[in-house]
């Protein structure tokens, strides 16, 4: 679909990807772009339309819905990551905040919007999921299931919403120059990178982004070298566990 023209809304849109996304939707000549954000005063771009929205809590999701009843476009981005392995200490909580906000935050988005872009012609879903939602990395692991849940969710939502014209898009990346990656000493992706791929696969129709060079490789090596990148990811935790670090 065209993003000239369209109307947008970009959850968790106040910083970091979110951020990105909405002003890569604005510079392609998006009519308007809604700026979801838990703190709508965090978004002080005049192009922007701050709209208040926490992914989690229902009552705001449907006021969302409510005033955001012209979008065409829906980008779930919002995203929170605790950095817990498997069988930590606190990892079930982890795992549930994480699956509040990155699945049933995203589910309850989709569920909410998907009548709205039928009334409105089709229009697009991007959920941002993450190279983690194709293997399981031991260091973030309760994060990875969140994420690779948000896969099957946006997969499905995918074939049910495909009769009525709209497209829905996963997006993927290795680390991102964000808040959510500050800790990481790796090579990282800019935020802008992946919002002007994202925009590419809209307008081409695309199911999946694959939107740089961690999320090629990765995609690569899970499906044509298995083994080999699981012996690297059990050296990674093989090497935390002895002291070795990250
Ligand atoms: N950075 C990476 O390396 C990386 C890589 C792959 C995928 N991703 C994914 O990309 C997305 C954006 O991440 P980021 O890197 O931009 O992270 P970030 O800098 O930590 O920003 C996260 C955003 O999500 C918002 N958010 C969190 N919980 C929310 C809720 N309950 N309702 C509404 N908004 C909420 C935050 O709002 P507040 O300011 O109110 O907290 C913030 O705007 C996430 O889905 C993340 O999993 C990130």
């Known amino acids: 679909m065209n993003i000239e023209g369209s109307v947008a809304l970009v959850t968790g849109a106040n910083r970091g990807l979110g951020k990105a996304f909405a002003e890569?939707?604005?510079?392609?000549?998006?009519?308007?772009?809604?700026?979801?954000?838990?703190?709508?005063?965090?978004?002080?771009?005049?192009?922007?339309?701050?709209?208040?929205?926490?992914?989690?809590?229902?009552?705001?999701?449907?006021?969302?819905?409510?005033?955001?009843?012209?979008?065409t476009i829906l980008i779930n981005n919002a995203g929170i990551l605790l950095g817990r392995p498997m069988l930590a200490a606190g990892s079930e909580q982890a795992m549930r905040q994480e699956m509040e906000v990155n699945v049933y935050g995203v589910l309850a988005m989709m569920r909410a919007f998907a009548p709205i872009l039928a009334r409105n012609g089709g229009g697009a879903i991007a959920n941002m999921l993450s190279v983690v939602s194709w293997f399981t990395s031991p260091l973030n692991a309760t994060y990875?299931?969140?994420?690779?849940?948000?896969?099957?969710?946006?997969?499905?939502?995918?074939?049910?919403?495909?009769?009525?014209?709209?497209?829905?898009?996963?997006?993927?990346?290795?680390?991102?120059?964000?808040?959510?990656?500050a800790g990481i000493d790796r090579p990282k992706t800019s935020p802008r990178q992946v919002a002007e791929r994202t925009l590419e696969g809209i307008r081409a129709g695309v199911d999946h982004v694959l939107a740089d060079e961690r999320a090629e490789q990765v995609r690569h090596d899970t499906r044509f070298k298995p083994e080999a990148f699981a012996a690297g990811l059990q050296a990674l935790w093989d090497g935390r566990a002895a002291g070795v670090g990250r």
């Open 144 to 181: 990875g299931a969140s994420k690779r849940a948000a896969l099957a969710v946006t997969d499905a939502a995918r074939m049910e919403l495909k009769a009525q014209g709209t497209q829905v898009i996963g997006i993927y990346a290795g680390f991102v120059d964000t808040d959510m990656a």
């Open 24 to 71: 890569a939707l604005i510079g392609a000549g998006a009519a308007k772009v809604y700026a979801g954000a838990r703190d709508p005063a965090a978004i002080t771009d005049p192009r922007l339309t701050p709209v208040s929205l926490d992914v989690t809590q229902s009552v705001s999701v449907a006021a969302a819905a409510e005033r955001c009843g012209d979008a």
